[in-house]
């Protein structure tokens, strides 16, 4: 066999390479469009253009509504929590020093008052569906409750897995972030006022109601999909706006 054989094929095989790499590189790249936001306090969020939305990528942490209406502050104690659990006022509480942002009751939400960054709101359900539904979702399932989608909170998550337990690749979210959205893992206040501190989960609210109760969303380690469901206000979850 010729040494011009074996160099020819050797070049036609690197070249091969080469283009498999350039189309899987075109393929995943993404380009992410970031911004900022302040709220009222002063405290400047980055924010992210998912589709054709804004998105705050970080957890709102405000203590007072825009009209400066101070929120009640409940801090967490270990165990249940019988002040959180009868609380009808706007409260919040937070765990790490509030690096994930703030938990809020339900109350927040229908208190009449605004606690988003002027231009901004609390997301309706119908704008996580617009969200889901830009990242790959289909139609269909966007409408339904539990688990929904195929890897969309994979998407969604601080990438690497940054702040959150190492999981399992094969059975849980890893953390790619693609969009931008860097979902943390900030946990929730229950219904008897127990927080998970566990690192494992994320919630957040919206604004739409079902009878008395509001949406949320969830993602879990051990879950690559989003969950879908109504609970009670007296839960305490997280926050991202989402621009008017």
Request: net charge negative; charged share 20%; proline share 3%.
């Amino acid at each position: 066999m010729s040494s011009y054989y074996i160099k020819s094929t050797l070049v036609c095989a690197v070249f091969a390479l080469m283009l498999v790499a350039c189309k899987k590189e075109e393929t995943d790249a993404h380009v992410i469009e970031y911004g900022t936001v302040s709220d009222i306090e002063g405290n400047v969020y980055t924010t992210v253009k998912i589709g054709d939305q804004w998105w705050m990528a970080e957890n709102l942490k405000v203590g007072v509504f825009n009209d400066g209406t101070p929120i009640t502050y409940l801090p967490r104690i270990d165990g249940a929590d019988t002040a959180w659990a009868n609380m009808n006022e706007p409260a919040y509480s937070y765990i790490n020093d509030s690096i994930f942002g703030k938990f809020y009751n339900g109350a927040v939400l229908h208190s009449g008052k605004q606690i988003a960054p002027a231009g901004w709101h609390v997301p309706t359900d119908e704008d996580w569906k617009k969200l889901e539904s830009a990242i790959g979702m289909s139609s269909n399932e966007t409408d339904e409750t539990g688990w929904r989608g195929t890897n969309e909170a994979d998407l969604l998550t601080s990438k690497y897995n940054v702040g959150w337990p190492a999981g399992d690749r094969e059975k849980g979210l890893y953390g790619l972030d693609v969009y931008g959205f860097d979902a943390v893992p900030s946990g929730c206040r229950g219904l008897d006022g127990r927080t998970n501190i566990q690192n494992n989960s994320a919630f957040w609210w919206t604004s739409s109601l079902s009878g008395n109760d509001y949406f949320y969303r969830y993602i879990d380690l051990m879950e690559k999909r989003v969950f879908r469901q109504q609970i009670s206000p007296r839960y305490g979850m997280c926050i991202r706006c989402v621009k008017d």
